[in-house]
């Protein structure tokens, strides 16, 4: 399984970005995906997930501001970040479990990471 995940760049605080992760290969019949990120000298973080039917979980520091979406005819996965502040500032990756839902880190495959800059 390979994850693709495209659409980060820079933006002003208050500004909104859309970034997304394609699935390819020999994808799960059914799986979850996550959203995590990582600013420099920080651990990586949790910030959404998505279950195979859709429901979603959010990290407090997002909830609000951040929308998880799939389409699984498409194998792709969406981060919306609207109102980005500087602290969202991260590379973002995107997760597959091979599982219908997930919370955790522990995941089975990873994108490469994708560069979200927020300046104030």
């Known amino acids: 399984v390979q994850l693709q995940a495209s659409g980060g760049g820079s933006m002003q605080a208050g500004g909104s970005l859309r970034i997304s992760c394609t699935a390819s290969?020999?994808?799960?019949?059914?799986?979850?995906v996550g959203w995590l990120r990582q600013a420099p000298g920080k651990v990586r973080e949790f910030v959404g997930t998505?279950?195979?039917?859709?429901?979603?979980i959010y990290a407090d520091s997002v909830k609000g501001r951040f929308t998880v979406s799939r389409d699984n005819r498409k194998s792709t996965i969406y981060l919306e970040m609207n109102s980005l502040k500087p602290e969202d500032t991260a590379v973002y990756y995107c997760?597959?479990?091979?599982?219908?839902?997930?919370?955790?880190?522990?995941?089975?495959?990873w994108g490469q990471g994708t560069q979200v800059t927020v300046s104030s």
């Open positions: 998505i279950s195979w039917s859709g429901t979603t």
């Open positions: 997760a597959l479990k091979e599982a219908g839902a997930y919370l955790g880190l522990d995941y089975d495959y």
């Open positions: 290969g020999r994808t799960p019949s059914r799986f979850a």
